[in-house]
């Protein structure tokens, strides 16, 4: 009888433990994330989800470097927190002008993890990021497709002499090519 209790007490502390109320939240969450449940996050308007690679291209971005060639392309991750390159890298030379590929409001400028990063958010869900750069735009300032934006800087996970290029859409990481007819079209190959 002493031993079924000491067991049954055992389980009980292992229940209540730190550990497991903070993996159960994390089972809450993924179970939230997915359900049909909603979590408001952002209160910016997303695009439609009808909205094609066509509707993209449509919307008339240009290269934020001047002459473009891509050194390391996007990589999608198998899962949101998976392995992968969330945006392209392009060749610049290091102190060269980065543009603002289309209109939008400055919504961070500043350092994360010793690398200097400039976010634009232009509406509709879309946001970019650019890195390393160096500014003396401030989060609020609105730009212009093509103004100035920034300097390439040095540091980051990008090679030297690279700007890196994200792009989000409501929240979610996609190729920067689909805004600019750069991604080719996918083909089938024949299995086994």
Do not use: K
Request: proline share 8%; hydrophobic share 45%.
């Amino acid at each position: 009888m002493d031993a079924a209790l000491r067991r049954r007490g055992r389980e009980s502390e292992r229940a209540h433990s730190p550990a497991t109320r903070v993996m159960g939240s994390v089972l809450l969450v993924l179970s939230l994330v997915g359900s049909n449940t909603s979590i408001a996050v952002a209160a910016e308007p997303p695009i439609p989800p009808t909205a094609s690679a066509e509707d993209l291209r449509a919307l008339g971005w240009v290269w934020p470097v001047a002459v473009v060639h891509v050194v390391r392309p996007y990589l999608a991750p198998s899962h949101p927190y998976g392995a992968g390159h969330r945006g392209i890298d392009l060749e610049a030379a290091v102190g060269s002008a980065v543009r603002a590929p289309a209109a939008g409001t400055i919504a961070f400028v500043g350092e994360v993890a010793g690398r200097g990063i400039l976010t634009i958010d232009h509406g509709d869900g879309l946001v970019t990021t650019l890195e390393p750069v160096q500014s003396t735009l401030t989060a609020g300032a609105p730009v212009v497709r093509g103004d100035q934006v920034a300097t390439l800087a040095l540091g980051g996970h990008a090679a030297a002499s690279t700007v890196h290029f994200g792009v989000r859409r409501a929240g979610e990481y996609i190729n920067p090519m689909l805004l600019f007819d750069g991604v080719p079209r996918a083909v089938l190959l024949p299995c086994c």
